[in-house]
């Protein structure tokens, strides 16, 4: 291997191994995700994340408990999908015309902070 080649495949060794960091970690504030929870969130979720907040009881799909189990076994990708694009037929519309990449990640790191995601073993 020459000399150049040998950079050009150093260079594409970074540029994988970036990637795949930037892909495992998305690190979310967890301060700036619960100030953003608390303007945006906290009306349907409630204060505590249990799906109890003060507009729930209007919605006929009641919204998210994160405590439930169904919740917590689900990955951060699962959350940031339903965040972008909102759940159809249900009051959670989509955030993502709202939302900076930066805000739906740190509201992730906030609620997962809160109500830990739970390994399902096989
Ligand atoms: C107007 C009420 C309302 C607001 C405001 C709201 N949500 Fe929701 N959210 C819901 C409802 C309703 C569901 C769907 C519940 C279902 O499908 O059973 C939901 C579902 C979700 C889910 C899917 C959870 C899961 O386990 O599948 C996530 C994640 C979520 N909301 C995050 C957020 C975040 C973050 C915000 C603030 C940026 C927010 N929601 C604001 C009502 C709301």
Redesign the pocket.
């Known amino acids: 291997m020459n000399a150049n080649r040998l950079m050009v495949f150093l260079c594409g060794l970074m540029i994988v191994a970036s990637a795949s960091v930037a892909a495992e970690k998305r690190p979310g504030n967890v301060k700036n995700g619960q100030v953003?929870?608390q303007q945006?969130?906290l009306?349907?979720?409630g204060a505590t994340l249990d799906g109890k907040?003060p507009?729930?009881t209007k919605?006929r799909?009641?919204?998210?408990d994160?405590h439930?189990y169904?919740?917590r076994v689900?990955g951060d990708l699962?959350?940031e999908v339903?965040?972008r694009r909102g759940?159809k037929l249900?009051?959670?519309?989509e955030?993502d015309s709202l939302?900076t990449d930066e805000q739906v990640y740190d509201?992730i790191a906030y609620?997962r902070s809160a109500v830990p995601h739970l390994e399902v073993k096989p």
């Open positions: 953003l929870y945006h969130c009306r349907c979720h907040g507009d729930a919605l799909v009641r919204p998210t994160f439930k169904l919740s689900k699962e959350l339903t965040i759940r249900t009051a959670m519309h955030w939302l509201l609620i």
